[in-house]
């Protein structure tokens, strides 16, 4: 027995909501029954079942379009306190590894791939933001904590791409991991 | 009408729909509907998002039901999103006097 448009459309709606990393349980069965009522709807108007549920799910919209709405929706304020924290952990990090008592640049490494990785793991939506909010501040503190020992600027290129690439690392697999908790519980 | 033209009106015209009785959301894309005679036709997955945030917000408030047979979520007003329709209605009439007294010209 094939599938009805309603079953295909949730399909649809549930893979576009996991790209997103989105539980979105309760806006799905919301989601199903909007769309039994509407293809009842329709057909007590007198059209068929299979075009009933074939208005019902275009009514609904674009399942890429609402998944992206409904998670943009869902983490508008996260977004914000994501970004503080990002910039808060970045700037912590980066004054921790300035200490003249600190070098232990494996630390810091580690410490930027995890505060990276919790952050995408708990946003998904933007893993490149919160990798730069955290990853941007030990390549910025170093020349000014530098320039104001010794006057003299001092810039590391090298510094700044390991950083950023470390908190890149960290954010993306965070958001990976994120999409991979999403599909195991739907 | 377009769905962007609704967009910034989404909460103030759905605390409106829910204002007379709860409902749950395909009722209230029809009210919107009825209401609006077919202007306000937006797309219907659209809404779901929006009366997430306004619940979020506290303007509304929500819980399962089966009383027709099938689980439906409804949602209803609250005392917080009474005071946001009310003050959010003072400021559209304001707004549509102002705009239709530059549009139409009307002093």
């Known amino acids: ?186 | 009408m377009q769905a962007e033209t609704l967009k910034g009106h989404l909460d103030l015209l759905l605390l409106a729909a829910l204002e007379p009785r709860p409902a749950h959301g395909y009722a209230i894309v029809e009210i919107l509907r009825q209401r609006s005679s077919g202007a306000f036709d937006l797309p219907e997955g659209t809404l779901y998002p929006a009366l997430h945030r306004i619940e979020a917000a506290g303007l509304v408030a929500s819980r399962w039901t089966d009383d027709t047979g099938r689980r439906r979520r409804v949602y209803h007003i609250t005392v917080k999103g009474r005071r946001s329709l009310a003050r959010r209605q003072t400021e559209w009439r304001a707004f549509a006097r102002a705009v239709q007294g530059v549009v139409e010209g009307i002093a």
């Open chain 1, 1 to 186: 027995m094939s599938a009805s448009a309603i079953d295909r459309y949730l399909s649809c709606l549930a893979a576009e909501l996991r790209k997103q990393g989105v539980f979105a349980a309760r806006f799905m069965e919301e989601t199903r029954g909007h769309l039994t009522d509407a293809a009842a709807a329709a057909q007590q108007r007198g059209v068929a079942l299979d075009a009933a549920q074939q208005e019902a799910v275009r009514r609904f919209g674009d399942p890429k379009t609402v998944a992206r709405r409904f998670a943009a929706e869902k983490n508008r304020t996260l977004h914000w306190i994501l970004l503080a924290a990002a910039v808060t952990l970045g700037l912590a990090i980066a004054w921790v590894d300035s200490r003249p008592h600190w070098d232990d640049a494996g630390i810091t490494a580690g410490l930027l791939l995890l505060s990276a990785g919790l952050l995408g793991l708990v946003g998904p939506r933007r893993p490149w933001l919160w990798a730069l909010a955290t990853g941007v501040w030990l390549p910025a503190w170093m020349p000014v904590h530098i320039f104001v020992q010794t006057h003299r600027i001092v810039l590391d290129p090298l510094l700044a791409c390991v950083s950023l690439a470390l908190s890149m690392a960290g954010a993306y697999a965070g958001m990976a991991l994120r999409r991979m908790i999403v599909a195991a519980a739907a």
